[in-house]
């Protein structure tokens, strides 16, 4: 194909857009506004340029599209792009919630404001790679190198606690990924390359398989994050600022359960097969109890990290079914918590910025001052807990649907899941909005501004769109999902 | 006459070194001097490129593609050192005209390291080596830091040539031969006293690299010793020695390997280890950098514990990225500056980028760089030595890699904690004069531009280790 290289646009765009800001001196306010509107321009046209990608997306093809391959560091190892239909939902994800959190950190991020953009758009490099990368290696460059503008969002411009969050955050994870690292390695030895489709048609041992299943899943597992090793990320999401949080929930969890889609059960479907019970138990455990301790959080964020927990676990229980069913509603899931969960964030960013209190027993009855607000934050809370009409539905349902193809009691505990979360997503919307506003400071409190609602509008409608009109989505997925399920149970058979 | 011609650059070193000597007898320009030693220095680089490969003197002097591409590390290290010095010599108390030319002499006493084939040329080049040393490491006589770090290094490294010593004795006792390739020819199994001498000659070169448990030395003397001498002990010794090194166990005892590897492994461990608890609680840079070149060099022993063509080439492309950070972080140590004050204390540093965010963007990806985290171009020193360390089937040495990687992950994020994290102190100078901008901003753009291209390091490393494999 001799046609633009139109991922690697999408990876150097935010780095130009880096260049052209290090170049704007960032003295006073009409500068800093300078800045912010160029990363917004930038990252605004990496979304434009995202969605030529997807309606020039071939939905009937399931290979590898956009193909990109050049010389990198030596034989086997190569700089090697590509995107399937599961791949480009997540660029697109990532793309269209750039913007969103640069137009949503506006007004909240007070000082260091051209280091701050920066470090959003390297994070956007790194986060796109990650998705297109089509070598292991690769992969793996983006994956951790997406550490670092993280490490320094949480921990400039976060919270109290943010040193002990940010830390916690980029230990445990890259704990979990040296052992991938090691991993690909081993695979770059044996198998002499590091190419996914090459590796796709590979066949390793069985007890090779195994290890480097496990070690896939170290990393994996402290990513998506499942029980137990999630306590990093409600730290990490109180602590990080409005848009950081709505970057991790929202994108970087999601490259660990792609991560489990294209490798664990891509490469090592053996071994998938042999650990599914485990994924299972982990995952249910992770629903029910996430979903518990979010009954009794008392600061916002945290409740809605927990519940990110909790719909990762879905996520997981759906990749491990090895139906395209499973397979498509994980994917959903993920986009629909990519939407759901970074549009709670922002929510909880517009009380934040004019209460700068995340505690839920300061807010009561701000339905009487903001309802168009109270509009918002209802839809979104409605999706999370998966009404049906809303794209969080269409996720659960799906991998419910799978799993109880699978194994009647995992679907009957994971189902209890779906009520548990109605609770505390609906506690919460009762404690904030709802009852009478005794408060005095929360009498003052301004209703959604322009920008805010700019921000939210293609969320709710996103939201919505595939909550009832999901074909389209799932018309991108399928042929890709069959590919990886057809796949796996060749090589199982 | 044509026999002296092989080791032109060495001669010239020499020569040029001698001439500066009587020179600045007369000349009170330490400044140019010290230009003239870098000049001399620049030719000596294109000298040993243009060096027909061979070997000379019986065999006991190598020129190959390895040693010259060591020479051109250890040559790069010391022109950084000297660039260093012109800007750091009147502030230090270093403002001496026999500076540049230890510096040379040490050089001198590098090159004849990495291309000696014989125990003797060995021990000639690693003494020149030392006692410039203990002398550079003294230089600031008004300090007592500075004369405890030289009177230490002294009697230390006095001691372990002690130890080499003893060991050549054996390995000639039990061998007849000094010569590398012919010292492990007779080796059989009751040849006890050949491996003895394997022990000591090893410990001793432990030392020169600053290896555990050889270490003791390091911490002391990087925080004793005039920075600039503390960035020349970070940059050309251990380099040299770690060439010596691979050519000893390699050309002599490379099919035995099965005697030495076990060595090797454990001060590898040893090394990795330590360094990345100890480090943890240092308050002092230089200390901290001590401790961190300490890690570094377990994880180059790591290649050279694979005993293979991957792990060779592993540790030369380690060495050349170890190379290209240290430049950078010491240019930033050597630019700590308030008031005319220098300082060294980790938590000056806290909110260093209020005032200087550029420069402390850069130091703050050298130390990720220097934990192993991509896309800079130190991970990809670590990936290389996990390759080789993962083909030799050496998963346990591997593990313990990345364990303790992802421990010192931990003090030098600590850095990046103190510079972003913590409230600013007031100003201090920064990277503002222009020789140390021309270290500091190509070698930190090399590191993290490296993983665009990596290709050419690699092939290069391939090339250079052709002589063995």
Known sequence: MNELPILSILILLPIVGIFFMTLIRNNNDQSSNNLKHTALWISFLNFLISLYLLFSFNQQDADFQFEERYFWIEYGISYHLGVDGISILFIVLTTMLVPICILASYDSIKFSVKEYLIAFLALETFMIGVFCSLDLVLFYLFFEGGLIPMFLIIGIWGGERRVYSTFKFFLYTLAGSVFMLLAIIYIFITAGTTDVSYLLDYNFTRNEQIVLWLAFFASFMVKIPMWPFHTWLPDAHVEAPTAGSVILAGVLLKMAGYGFIRFSIGFFPEASELFAPLIFVLSIVAIIVTSLIALVQEDMKKLIAYSSVAHMGFVTLGIFTFTVQGIEGSVIQMISHGIVSAALFLCVGVVYDRLHTREISRYGGLVSKMPMYAFTFMIFILASLGLPGTSGFVGEFLVLLSIFSINTYFAVFATTGVVLAATYSLWLYRRMIFGALIKDDLSEMLDLTRREIIIFVPLITLTIFIGIYPKPVIDIIEPSAKKIVSQVNGKLN | MENILHIIPEIFIFCSALILLILGLFIKNIKLINNLAILSLLIAVALVINQPYQSIYLNSYVIDEFSSLFKIMIFIGSIVTLVMFVSSREDLHINLYEFPILILFS???????????????????????????????????????????????????????????????????????????????????????????????????????????????????????????????????????????????????????????????????????????????????????????????????????????????SLLIYLMIYLVMNISVFTVILSLKRNDAYFENISDLSGMYKNHPFTTILVALMMFSLAGIPPLAGFFGKFYIFVAALESNMVFLAVIGIIASVISAFYYLRIVKIMYFDEPKEEFDGVNIRSLQVLFYPSSFLVILFFIYPAPIIQLSEYAIKSFY
Not at chain 2, 127 to 141: C, G, T
Not at chain 2, 244 to 263: A, H, K, M, T
């Open chain 2, 107 to 313: 050089t001198l006493g590098m090159m004849v390291m990495v291309s000696a084939n014989d125990l003797l040329a060995m021990f000639i080049g690693l003494e020149l080596q030392s006692l410039s040393l203990y002398v550079l490491a003294a230089l600031n006589r008004n300090s007592l830091l500075s004369s405890e770090a030289g009177i230490k290094y002294f009697i230390l490294g006095a001691l372990s040539s002690g130890l080499l010593l003893f060991g050549i004795s054996y390995i000639y006792g039990f061998s007849g031969n000094t010569n590398f390739n012919l010292i492990a020819v007779n080796y059989n199994s009751e040849s006890l006293g050949l491996l003895i001498g394997i022990v000591f000659v090893l410990a001793g070169l432990a030392f020169k690299v600053s290896a555990v448990p050889f270490h003791m030395w390091t911490p002391d003397v990087y925080q004793g010793a005039p920075t600039p001498i503390t960035a020349f002990f970070a940059l050309a010794p251990k380099i040299a020695a770690m060439g010596l090194l691979v050519r000893f166990l390699f050309n002599s005892f490379g099919e035995l390997y099965l005697d030495w590897q076990q060595i090797i492994f454990f001060i590898s461990i040893a090394s990795m280890m330590l360094a990345a608890f100890a480090a943890i609680a240092q308050t002092n840079i230089k200390r901290l950098m001590a401790y961190s070149s300490i890690g570094h060099i377990g994880y180059a022993l790591i290649g050279v514990a694979c005993v293979s063509s991957e792990g060779l080439r």
